[in-house]
């Protein structure tokens, strides 16, 4: 995928702001079993931080704070005509979400890692390099959403392959209309908690586009380069220091004209024909009226 993947899309944007990290993208998943959590303190809970419309522009600046501001983010699509001529109704892209000029948790960037053990784990605790991502696509009407949208592996017959911890390097929301990073993890069952996938930097999804007539769409895409907190398992993640990015662009449908209603904000107003020479005198009474009214 690297090797043949062509660049789309380059951004260099970052956005400080605070609160509280995330320790799994799922954790912004909205638990209908449940009542939400913003009702025991702040929560994520239901808030996808893409930095869309419908979530109030939130990204991951929202809460991650304090970082420098200058990280990356690039968006990669095996077939680059997607950000040249736009996207082909019905088509499936594989995508990657790029992170660029990390500085964050470099120090943990090793090749493996592991989850934070509970107290019934015996193993040695290897601290992560966390970083992430939150995409989704919006057409006029809302955000694409469903089954098939967004795959973590290419999809078959129109449908996604069953989730699969060991292989997916991306999360989907439960309605299908939001993407987000996830870790890969060891195919050892006496290792379920090694992430073998620890310096990742980029993720890889598959997305299909909408059918035709759908018009243009916007891609919104945030990211954050952890610093992995105070390195221990007691805060293996924090929001304080991490770096963030985000970017919003749109996408074209394929051989569809593109319609500007814009109008120029400086055009010239019509020419008033002159006024007949009786007006004149009314014109001065009323001004001198206004004016008398105003002293008074």
């Known amino acids: 995928m690297r090797s043949s993947i062509l660049v789309g899309l380059l951004v260099l944007l970052a956005l400080?702001?605070?609160?509280?990290?995330?320790?799994?993208?799922?954790q912004f998943f909205d638990n209908k079993s449940s009542p939400h959590a913003a009702t025991f303190g702040a929560s994520g809970e239901g808030?996808?931080?893409?930095g869309a419309p419908r979530y109030a522009s939130l990204e991951c600046s929202t809460c991650h704070a304090g970082g420098p501001q200058k990280l990356g983010l690039q968006l990669n699509a095996e077939d680059a005509t997607l950000f040249a001529?736009?996207?082909?109704?019905?088509?499936t892209y594989q995508l990657q979400v790029e992170i660029r000029n990390e500085s964050k948790g470099l120090q943990y960037k090793t090749a493996s890692c592991t989850d934070p053990p509970t107290p019934d784990d015996n193993f040695t605790y290897v601290q992560c390099n966390n970083n992430g991502f939150a995409l989704e696509i919006d057409a006029s009407n809302g955000p694409l959403g469903g089954s098939g949208v967004y795959c973590a592996q290419q999809p078959k017959a129109g449908k996604c392959p069953a989730p699969e911890a060991t292989l997916d390097e991306a999360l989907i929301a439960p309605d299908g209309d939001a993407v987000f990073e996830s870790k890969v993890y060891s195919t050892d069952p006496n290792q379920p908690k090694l992430?073998?996938?620890n310096p990742a930097d980029s993720w890889r999804f598959w997305w299909t586009a909408p059918k035709a007539g759908s018009g243009p769409l916007t891609v919104y895409v945030a990211a954050v380069d952890g610093n992995g907190g105070a390195g221990t398992i007691a805060n293996d993640q924090d929001p304080f220091g991490d770096d963030t990015v985000a970017a919003s662009f749109f996408l074209q449908e394929a051989n569809?004209?593109?319609h500007n209603a814009a109008s120029a904000g400086c055009s010239l107003a019509p020419v008033a024909a002159p006024a007949p020479p009786w007006l004149?005198?009314?014109a001065l009474v009323s001004l001198a009226l206004a004016v008398r009214k105003r002293r008074l």
Do not use: Q
């Not at 808030?47 to 893409?50: E, I, K, Q, S, W």
């Not at 001529?85 to 088509?91: A, F, L, M, N, R």
């Open 256 to 258: 569809v004209p593109v």
């Open 47 to 50: 808030l996808y931080f893409t």
């Open 85 to 91: 001529t736009g996207y082909e109704p019905g088509k």
């Open 195 to 197: 992430v073998t996938r």
């Open 280 to 282: 004149l005198p009314l």
């Open 16 to 26: 400080p702001s605070r609160a509280h990290a995330f320790a799994d993208a799922s």
